[in-house]
């Protein structure tokens, strides 16, 4: 009982939330929390609100530049599938961390710019560019260019999250941002966390994009969306020495991920409920039941572990840190009309040759 008290006062310290609940994700059995003899870091003091949006965004910022603009993405984004929608969180994600969120990852190549950020390694499997380019089009029938892709982009990551989680994670999302010209593929491995950072690297990722270690736990539920190619965790299957991921699961992704052609299957990221986004994830990583080694990494810090617990037993206080973590990345480098464009077409800049 005293542990599971000390754990409930880390949940009220780290995420600084009064309104925990008891209930565990996904019914799995309870976690064991920490040892009662861990010893966690002071915990920062809770922000006075959430952060303020960039300078020059703003929650309904088209409601009169172009009215229902967000209804249209979210239109977009409903008919897709949870693949896509799961596609759309982590293309919101990918845009962010690189050259901030100005829809540079939706820029394809030419031949001014034969290798632009969506040819880079982390980004060949990014999906649900057709779901923006679907609300893009609409937008500019009716609204002539005043809606960025960047703004679509970060709109449908919401959405996205909403629609995966059954609503239980709903935000307002800030808007404003214009669409930067400048996309490199050179730029996506030093700038996306790589599947197999450890907790050093993590943190030192993030913190270079605004987000701290709350933020970065909190955005890493997102693996409990999505699917992931064998070779990301290849690593971490047998005959692998030093991994610490359950057996079991390690034995039935080995079988899964043996192909006799040498294609780099695809598995879910989330064995459990793979198609919500939910704590279930947490649980898994408790479980050492992950892919990545960057998730089984989280473990591996007092703050982090301290923190996939609280997540684990109080799911609706994730919920909240999710989306206020992903309005806090949309503040990422925003870039505004000194600097960036409301493009015509989302995969091409203006007023250059394609």
Request: proline letters at 8%.
């Amino acid at each position: 009982m005293a542990a599971k008290l000390a754990v409930l006062a880390v949940v009220l310290a780290l995420l600084g939330s009064a309104s925990c609940q008891s209930g565990y994700g996904g019914g799995s059995p309870n976690p064991s929390p920490p040892s009662p003899t861990t010893t966690y870091p002071p915990a920062p003091s809770p922000p006075a609100s959430p952060t303020p949006p960039a300078s020059g965004l703003k929650v309904g910022y088209y409601d009169d530049k172009c009215p229902g603009a967000e209804a249209v993405v979210r239109d977009a984004v409903r008919v897709a599938d949870a693949g896509i929608k799961a596609g759309l969180v982590r293309l919101f994600f990918h845009d962010c961390f690189v050259r901030g969120c100005d829809a540079s990852v939706l820029l394809k190549p030419t031949d001014a710019n034969p290798q632009p950020e969506m040819l880079g390694i982390p980004n060949l499997s990014l999906r649900g560019f057709e779901v923006i380019d679907a609300a893009k089009s609409v937008l500019e029938a009716r609204c002539p260019g005043v809606v960025s892709c960047a703004d679509i982009v970060a709109f449908a990551g919401r959405d996205a999250s909403y629609f995966l989680s059954n609503g239980a994670i709903a935000f307002a999302m800030p808007a404003g941002r214009y669409d930067g010209d400048v996309s490199l593929a050179s730029e996506t491995i030093p700038n996306l966390p790589p599947p197999f950072a450890d907790v050093t690297r993590l943190k030192a990722m993030f913190a270079a994009k605004g987000l701290d270690t709350v933020d970065m736990v909190a955005l890493s539920g997102a693996h409990s969306i999505g699917r992931s190619h064998c070779s990301s965790f290849s690593d971490r299957l047998p005959p692998s020495a030093t991994s610490d991921m359950d057996p079991t699961l390690a034995a039935e992704l080995k079988a899964n991920c043996t192909s006799a052609t040498g294609a780099d299957n695809t598995v879910s990221q989330d064995y459990r409920t793979p198609d919500q986004l939910d704590s279930q994830y947490y649980m898994n990583v408790i479980s050492r039941k992950v892919l990545f080694a960057s998730d089984a990494a989280l473990l591996k810090s007092n703050d982090t572990r301290a923190l996939v617990y609280a997540a684990a037993m109080a799911p609706k206080v994730w919920q909240n840190k999710f989306g206020e973590a992903m309005v806090k990345m949309g503040n990422t480098e925003v870039k505004t009309a000194a600097n960036g464009e409301i493009r015509k077409v989302c995969g091409f800049v203006n007023n250059k040759p394609y």
